[in-house]
């Protein structure tokens, strides 16, 4: 005789009990993901105290995220404000140099005809070819 399970043989207390589990599983993963992130992203911190932080963590979890959150909590959030600034700075001089002129900074007359002379002397363009380059760049 097989036995069938039914919905109703799992217990509400049961399944409150799975997704709160399955919820704190998947906070933990966030957590240890941020911190691994943070980390990498703190220019201050050597490359040694990367490493102890990382080993910490990777091999000691529970104590290691603890441990980092109490210690270096309060400059997470610095550090993550810090980036995103920075991000948003780039991204505004970017929008304002294409805006501006395709983010290219277009040469000067004086640049243009000083190139110009240097190529004359060193006989790249004949008399001919330098007036009407000069012409084309004084119209």
Request: hydrophobic share 45%; proline share 2%; net charge negative.
């Amino acid at each position: 005789m097989t036995h069938t399970y039914l919905a109703s043989d799992y217990p509400v207390l049961g399944a409150f009990w799975t997704i709160l589990l399955f919820t704190a599983a998947v906070l933990w993963l966030i957590l240890l993901f941020r911190i691994v992130v943070d980390v990498f992203r703190d220019d201050e911190m050597s490359g040694w105290g990367k490493t102890g932080w990382l080993l910490l963590v990777i091999f000691l979890p529970f104590l290691g995220v603890f441990v980092y959150v109490v210690s270096r909590g309060r400059g997470m959030g610095q550090r993550e404000l810090r980036h995103a600034q920075q991000r948003q700075q780039e991204f505004d001089s970017y929008v304002r140099d294409t805006a501006l002129g395709g983010g290219i900074p277009e040469r000067t007359q004086a640049q243009e005809l000083a190139d110009l002379a240097e190529m004359h002397d060193k006989g790249a363009l004949s008399d001919e070819e330098f007036r009407k380059a000069k012409a084309e760049v004084l119209r």
